[in-house]
């Protein structure tokens, strides 16, 4: 079993739309939670990070984390074409350097 | 811009050539690593640095060597590639590895194509 799975899409939904991303993970050590954004030809970017169980705002993104069923997910509201990108869920126990990654769901925003 | 920096974007090599991929990262930050990314499959971390110093080796094959002159540069030396190496080659770079939530920031990645 991998330690974290996510549907790599991809994912069609008309602009306005609300999205919602998702990953589950394996190993209960996990505490810190992020999602990254990756456009066409360009790294990763840090969107946002939790830590632990319960919800973190960004403006139009929501992360939200529940640790007792080991599910993660990030949801966009008024999706825009601009939001269009694939969506890496990442999490880690103790260090840093122990990131994993989930595979990336792509998303595509229709106008 | 992210502030780290990776050349060459697109790189074509044979499995007996020898080259380099070279990243940079202006952000005075002091740890640095390499990852891989192959399609459909998660981010796989290779290497870390931290202030030069090799901290992370995550059983990467030897063809694939890591050097760090200073907290700014890293390298990656490639050497008898696999053609099941091609893939993005992406770059971060922390304040430092240990932190918690601590943001890397990625560089835009080196695609590979060995033949």
């Known amino acids: 079993q991998k330690e974290v799975e996510q549907d790599p899409g991809p994912l069609s939904v008309p602009e306005g739309a609300i999205v919602s991303l998702n990953c589950t993970y394996s190993n209960s050590a996990f505490q810190y939670f992020m999602w990254y954004r990756q456009y066409s030809r360009k790294g990763p970017e840090l969107l946002m990070y939790?830590?632990?169980?319960g919800n973190k705002e960004d403006g139009r993104f929501t992360a939200q984390v529940d640790k007792s069923s080991k599910y993660i997910s990030l949801f966009i509201r008024d999706s825009q074409p601009s939001d269009s990108a694939t969506y890496l869920c990442?999490?880690?126990?103790?260090?840093?350097?122990?990131?994993?990654f989930g595979s990336g769901t792509r998303l595509s925003i229709r106008p | 811009e992210t502030g780290v920096t990776q050349t060459p974007r697109h790189l074509v090599m044979g499995m007996t050539n020898k080259k380099s991929l070279k990243c940079e990262q202006h952000l005075g930050h002091n740890a640095m690593y390499w990852y891989k990314q192959s399609a459909k499959k998660p981010l796989e971390l290779m290497f870390v640095y931290n202030f030069k110093e090799q901290t992370e080796n995550n059983s990467v094959p030897s063809r694939f060597s890591p050097e760090c002159p200073n907290s700014s540069h890293l390298f990656l030396h490639l050497h008898t590639l696999q053609p099941e190496d091609s893939a993005l080659y992406l770059c971060?770079?922390?304040?430092?590895?240990?932190?918690?939530?601590?943001?890397?920031?990625f560089g835009p990645g080196t695609r590979l194509l060995v033949l």
């Open positions: 990442a999490m880690m126990g103790s260090s840093a350097s122990k990131i994993i």
């Open positions: 971060a770079s922390s304040q430092d590895p240990g932190g918690w939530g601590e943001t890397q920031y």
């Open positions: 939790t830590y632990s169980s």
